[in-house]
C-alpha cells in the first residue's frame, strides 16, 4: 500500500522542521513536500497532488484559509487540517464551514498528529481538545451567517431529523434531546444513525458542520 502523502505549509522554519521529522517517523506517510509561504505552498500541493496538507492558519501576506478556498477550485476533495501556534477559535468556525479537516496546535504530539491525518482522511473531522466546545457552541450561531454554497435540495430530511440535527449543532447530548423531543433511547439512535447516513458523516461534530454547510441548520 503506497504511504499517505502530506504536503506542510508554514511560515516558521522550526516548525516545518518539527512537522517533517514527526510525519516521516509515522509508518506508512511521508512528506512530499513543504513551502515556507503561500504560494510556494500551492505549487508543491498542485506539483505533489497530496492526499492531505497541514497549512499554517496565517501565512505573510495570505491567509491559510484564503490559500484552501482557492485550492478548492482546482482541488476540491483536498483535505486540510490547519495548525496554528494557539488555541483561539477566531477562524475555527470559518475554516471548518468551509471544509477544513481538522486544526491543531503547533505543539501537537505525534500520536495526536496521527490521528488527524488517519482521521481525516476516514471522513472525521480532529480538534485540538481546547477548541472542541468552542466549535459546538459556534457552529448554531454560523447557520446564520454567510454559508458555503450548499447542496440542500440534494438531501430529504423529515421535520424530525432537522429538529434533532439543530440541536446536535446546538451541542446537546442525546440524552438533552430526547428530553426536548420526547424521544426514547431507540429513537434518538435511529435518528443520529438516520442523518450520519444521509449526510455522508462519522460522527456528531461533522454531522453538526454538514449540516451547516449545506444550509440544513437554521
Known amino acids: 500500500m503506497a504511504n499517505i502523502k502530506v504536503v506542510i505549509v508554514d511560515d ?14 509515522i509508518e506508512g506517510m511521508e512528506v512530499a513536500g513543504v513551502g515556507d509561504n503561500a504560494e510556494t505552498g500551492r505549487q508543491v500541493i498542485e506539483e505533489q497532488s497530496p492526499d492531505i496538507v497541514l497549512l499554517d492558519i496565517m501565512l505573510p501576506g495570505h491567509s491559510g484559509l484564503d490559500l484552501m478556498k482557492s485550492l478548492q477550485e482546482k482541488i476540491p476533495d483536498l483535505k486540510v487540517i490547519f495548525i496554528t501556534a494557539s488555541d483561539s477559535d477566531l477562524y475555527l468556525v470559518e475554516s471548518l464551514r468551509y471544509g477544513a479537516a481538522g486544526y491543531l496546535s503547533k505543539d501537537s504530539s505525534k500520536e495526536l498528529i496521527e490521528l488527524s491525518i488517519r482521521g481525516a482522511l476516514a ?11 468552542k466549535a459546538f457552541g459556534a457552529i448554531s450561531q454560523a447557520a446564520s451567517q454567510v454559508r458555503a454554497p450548499g447542496s440542500a435540495a440534494m438531501v430529504e430530511l423529515s421535520t424530525r431529523e432537522i429538529d434533532v440535527l439543530r440541536l446536535v449543532a446546538q451541542g446537546k447530548t442525546d440524552n438533552q ?3 426536548d423531543l420526547n424521544l426514547g433511547e ?16 462519522r460522527d456528531r461534530l461533522t454531522t453538526a458542520l454538514q449540516g451547516v454547510r449545506m444550509g440544513l441548520v437554521e
Open 12 to 25: 516558521h522554519p522550526l516548525v516545518l522542521q518539527g512537522f517533517k521529522a514527526t510525519i516521516d517517523s
Open 177 to 179: 434531546i430526547r428530553k
Open 186 to 201: 431507540h429513537e434518538i439512535r435511529e435518528y443520529n444513525l438516520s442523518l450520519r447516513k444521509k449526510l455522508g458523516t
Open 123 to 133: 471522513g472525521g473531522v480532529i480538534l485540538a481538545a481546547p477548541l472542541v466546545k
